[in-house]
């Protein structure tokens, strides 16, 4: 019996890489449709504000470098690849290198631990389109959700559980645990989609193992369109815990496993110039970016994945 020759596949959102790409990836964002200039100013200046560009790329990059060295042992010759959905290196870009090697089994992961139809359901539809141009393209194992994989869930918990020591030890009792991640239009939710689900069973998961008995859930980083975005928005949230009198917010963003503009930007200057005005102490957790932790939840994505594959295959040759 030969096996397969199996390869991996991370999957980002994308990001400009130079100031100058803000504006085609906005239009690649936003559908090909045009973006009004004042808008492409303010998104061109938080990127000014974060370093020029989006670390998103070299971040997936690590990560999928310190998985192939977390395989190697067991699997010395499977590649990572990375591929985005809205900039280069698009995912279109990078399944006919994928196809030239003689990939016959891809995991395909995408770097959201959390399944909705629009975030996704649109990485899978970006994979399937660009393996429609072939014969006989790889068979195809797609992780849709990983939220509650207790690797990465542990790795959570142990940095909410470190940065609350950042807090002077007489108030961590009422320090006020936010866990946040990307908002997405309300319609979805009308529709279905168990993203809210999802994410609220993640964060308590990471609660519990982390120790925290009293927690909230807000959503961040909502696009600009007049369509109704999924809340409480974290800012409103972090403003109406000042109200109360709470002085002191740790915010979790479970819904993000890099650095990039919603957690340098969104979090690191938005939102704790908010926490500034308002008088509240903001610490946020760490982003995972390529720590030992996400990477066993990965590899753990992976093994799994490749286990059942074997078994399916013994079945088909038994057959």
């Keep these: ?149 207790p690797a990465f869930v542990e790795t959570v918990a142990e940095n909410v559980r470190r940065t609350l020591e950042r807090f002077p030890a007489e108030v961590r009792p009422s320090v006020a645990v936010v866990f946040t991640a990307h908002s997405l239009p309300r319609r979805v939710v009308e529709m279905g989609d168990p993203y809210p689900i999802e994410l609220e069973k993640s964060s308590a998961l990471v609660a519990e193992a982390a120790g925290v008995k009293e927690w909230l859930f807000a959503y961040q980083s909502a696009g600009a369109s007049s369509v109704p975005w999924l809340g409480p928005d974290v800012g409103e949230v972090v403003q109406e815990l000042a109200e109360q009198g709470r002085e002191h917010v740790l915010v979790v963003p479970i819904g993000f496993v890099c650095d990039h503009v919603e957690i340098l930007y969104d979090i690191d200057i938005e939102l704790k110039g908010i926490a500034d005005r308002v008088g509240v102490h903001l610490e946020r957790t760490p982003s995972l970016n390529d720590s030992p932790g996400l990477i066993r939840a990965l590899k753990s994505l992976v093994e799994r994945h490749l286990t059942t594959a074997e078994v399916q295959e013994r079945d088909d040759v038994r057959a």
């Design 1 to 149: 019996m030969t096996m397969e020759r199996t390869a991996v596949l991370l999957m980002a959102y994308g990001g400009p890489l130079s100031l100058d790409d803000v504006e085609p990836y906005l239009l690649d964002v936003r559908g090909g449709r045009p973006t009004p200039p004042e808008l492409i100013e303010e998104v061109r200046e938080r990127y000014a504000l974060i370093g020029g560009q989006s670390p998103l790329l070299a971040w997936t990059q690590r990560q999928a470098r310190a998985l192939e060295g977390a395989l190697r042992d067991a699997y010395p010759e499977m590649r990572v690849f990375v591929g985005m959905r809205h900039w280069h290196p698009y995912i279109r870009e990078v399944v006919p290198e994928m196809v030239a090697s003689g990939v016959e089994h891809l995991v395909a992961i995408p770097m959201a631990p959390h399944y909705s139809k629009m975030s996704v359901g649109a990485y899978r539809k970006a994979l399937e389109e660009a393996l429609a141009a072939y014969e006989n393209p790889p068979r195809v194992s797609f992780v849709e959700r990983w939220g509650t994989e």
